[in-house]
């Protein structure tokens, strides 16, 4: 079992930063992409940005340039630091691991206010 816990959401006026965390405990098992996901009201969950085993990263067009993913290897925590925040940016934002099985986390909500 795998458990993922994301943390750093909150407020931020846009123009601003956040750090969003993703901490993984649990059994070790095979994980080959970490990545995270957002859901804003009223909309489907939409991939934000993935890094895979060897630290490949990938990133939704809306937010390239301003967010970076990184860390999620074996007992590192996952990072996504976003900057230049827009009001479309504000969603609930989840933790997802894949390998053999998929994780989600619980996930953190990120408010931009224009």
């Known amino acids: 079992q795998v458990q993922l816990v994301e943390s750093g959401g909150g407020l931020v006026q846009a123009g601003g930063s956040l750090t969003l965390s993703c901490k993984r405990t649990?059994?070790?098992?095979?994980?080959?992409?970490m990545a995270w996901y957002r859901q804003a009201p009223g909309k489907q969950r939409e991939l934000v940005a993935t890094?895979?085993?060897?630290?490949?990263?990938n990133y939704a067009d809306s937010v390239k340039g301003r967010f970076t993913i990184s860390g999620g290897s074996p007992g590192n925590t996952l990072y996504l630091q976003m900057n230049s925040l827009k009001p479309e940016d504000t969603a609930v934002y989840y933790c997802?691991?894949?390998?053999?099985?998929?994780?989600w986390g619980q996930g953190t909500q990120v408010t931009v206010s224009s």
């Open positions: 997802r691991a894949s390998g053999d099985f998929e994780y």
């Open positions: 649990g059994v070790a098992v095979r994980i080959n992409t």
């Open positions: 890094i895979s085993s060897v630290g490949s990263t």
